[in-house]
């Protein structure tokens, strides 16, 4: 004779394979740009001269956003303080992989025009997140080749950011 439990875990095995047998997990959940950049970054281990996930590195090609930038907008519309780093790194990944170099001019437009804005509209609120991945991505981007021009206002904006981090590991 079958126990109530292992009754219970057959129907409940039953009921996971019906509800998730045709279910496509990118319908419920949108893919992170800044994940998706950092996937794409990791070299296959047998040839190390392509990604190991190729499907990411096409996504990031087909998604950039038509103002230059990867990641989200506001409710207004108008991007968030997140795709800063987010650019980046889909640059970065781009930069790596000598491909988009299309989409790299775009992005670093988007870049010189709009980091100012970003980093001056949310100086007192930045998430912490942002104080210690965005100073890291800028340093990536640097190291891959990439030339960030910005002006002399900004770099007083983004030292302020370093001094945020660095004070943000202390505690």
């Not at 990118?26 to 990604?51: K, V």
């Not at 509209?121 to 210690?132: D, G, S």
């Amino acid at each position: 004779m079958e126990s109530p439990q292992s009754s219970i875990k057959a129907l409940v095995k039953e009921i996971k394979e019906e509800m998730f047998s045709n279910l496509d997990l990118y319908s419920i959940f949108s893919p992170s740009a800044y994940d998706t950049a950092c996937l794409a970054m990791i070299p296959d281990p047998g040839q190390d001269d392509r990604p190991m996930f190729k499907n990411c590195l096409n996504w990031i090609l087909d998604n950039q956003k038509e103002e230059g930038f990867w990641g989200e907008s506001n409710l207004d519309g108008f991007p968030s303080i997140e795709t800063l780093p987010t650019t980046l790194a889909c640059m970065v990944t781009l930069k790596t992989w000598s491909v988009g170099e299309e989409n790299i001019e775009k992005g670093l437009a988007f870049l010189h025009a709009n980091t100012g804005m970003l980093v001056e509209v949310n100086k007192h609120h930045f998430p912490h997140w942002i104080t210690i991945v965005f100073p890291a991505m800028v340093e990536l981007a640097q190291a891959t080749g990439l030339e960030l021009l910005f002006p002399d206002e900004l770099k007083g904006l983004v030292s302020n950011i370093l001094l945020e981090k660095h004070q943000f590991l202390k505690m």
